[in-house]
Nanobody
Framework: QVHLEESGGGLVQAGGSLRLSCAAS??????MAWFRQAPGKAREFVAA?????????DVSASVKDRFVISRDISKYTMFLQMNDLKPEDTGIYFC???????????????WGQGTEVTVSS
């Protein structure tokens, strides 16, 4: 059974940075991803990475110039470095693993509980 646990969220001023972490257990292979959900809005894809092949990544156009996805296999952990944060980046950030279908931006089998990010203006 795959277990995912996010950390690193918090309150930050616009222009600041945060680094989210997602610790995974029970993950044999496959892809992992970050999604986010702003208050009152649908969940949206942020970025995905091949856990055993970090060369395979997909990053949403809305954040690709500011966010960097990475992972550390030795620690079974995925990261999301978020720079130049904006108020519209506010939301709950979820870690996900094992996509249900081919698109990395679609639904995933496993989800973490989420970590909250609040960006003040």
């Amino acid at each position: 059974q795959v277990h995912l646990e996010e950390s690193g969220g918090g309150l930050v001023q616009a222009g600041g940075s945060l680094r989210l972490s997602c610790a995974a257990s029970g993950l044999d292979r496959s892809f992992m991803a970050w999604f986010r959900q702003a208050p009152g809005k649908a969940r949206e894809f942020v970025a995905a990475i091949g856990f055993y092949n970090a060369h395979t990544t997909d990053v949403s156009a809305s954040v690709k110039d500011r966010f960097v996805i990475s992972r550390d296999i030795s620690k079974y952990t995925m990261f999301l470095q978020m720079n130049d944060l904006k108020p519209e980046d506010t939301g709950i950030y979820f870690c996900a693993a094992v996509p249900k279908a081919a698109p990395l931006r679609g639904d995933y089998e496993y989800w973490g509980q989420g970590t909250e990010v609040t960006v003040s203006s």
